[in-house]
């Protein structure tokens, strides 16, 4: 087993995206969370921010931090190769991370979970302020559930209406960030992967969008109600 001292530590950046994909990827395979955490345009957003900081062995990335700021709240995502976990590497990646936020307030996200990385934040004072559960279903035993009297369906359009029925679906949820409309439909129509044909939008009778739902690959990735039609 080799030891952290034959590493190389670096920065990291656009040209490494198949190095952080395969990364993301071997992190899901053994820790579970969300697939598309291993998709280009969730990779790219969770990492390749404002500063970057990769550990590299025998041509391969073992460890990789990233962190934006800009904001009032510095965020940051890191992952560690599972074969290389247990001998301090997240400790320095958090570190790091902590050292480039400076006076800002450190959020770190993640889109998958081990034990190791939760005792690790749990020491360093970190609190949990916002989880996710993915869930699948067989979709060979589809339950029968009714539709709403005269709701209808119809497929999204990109654009305003669609920015403001998830607004309005989401604002009430525990650290919710607050796009701006032009951010989170632009994030949306850069998406190779964004299912338009399987989206919806949801009318009440006189025509209101009252929910919605975003499909991404074949992943539920977005789904919402206005409150006054929930339940």
Same mark, same amino acid.
């Given at each position: ?39 280009? @345009?969730?990779? =790219? #957003? !969770?990492? +390749?921010?404002? %500063?970057? $900081? ?8 073992? /460890? ?17 190769? @599972?074969?290389? =976990? #247990? !001998?301090? +590497?997240?400790? %320095?990646? $958090? ?8 006076? /800002? ?22 609190? !949990? ?103």
């Amino acid at each position: 087993m080799a030891g952290t001292d034959v590493l190389t530590w670096e920065e990291f950046g656009e040209e490494h995206l198949p190095e952080l994909t395969r990364l993301a990827e071997a992190c899901l395979a053994v820790d579970g969370g969300l697939p598309l955490f291993a998709s280009t @345009p969730l990779v =790219r #957003a !969770r990492l +390749l921010q404002t %500063r970057t $900081l990769g550990a590299w062995h025998d041509g391969g990335l073992v /460890a990789a931090v990233g962190v934006g700021l800009g904001g009032q709240t510095a965020t940051s995502t890191g992952l560690v190769l @599972p074969d290389w =976990r #247990a !001998r301090g +590497l997240g400790g %320095r990646l $958090l570190s790091w991370a902590e050292e480039q936020a400076g006076d /800002a307030d450190l959020l770190v996200t993640t889109e998958s979970w081990s034990p190791g990385a939760d005792a690790l934040f749990a020491a360093r004072g970190f609190e !949990r302020t916002f989880a996710e559960w993915v869930q699948r279903h067989d979709l060979g035993a589809l339950p029968e559930v009714a539709r709403p009297v005269d709701v209808t369906a119809e497929p999204v359009t990109l654009g305003p209406e669609l920015f403001e029925t998830y607004r309005a679906s989401f604002a009430d949820r525990p650290g919710f960030a607050s796009p701006t409309a032009e951010e989170w439909l632009g994030e949306l129509g850069e998406d190779d992967e964004y299912r338009v044909d399987l989206s919806l939008i949801a009318r009440a009778p006189d025509g209101v969008a009252v929910g919605f739902v975003n499909v991404i690959d074949n992943w539920v990735d977005q789904v919402g109600v206005v409150p006054g039609w929930r339940g």
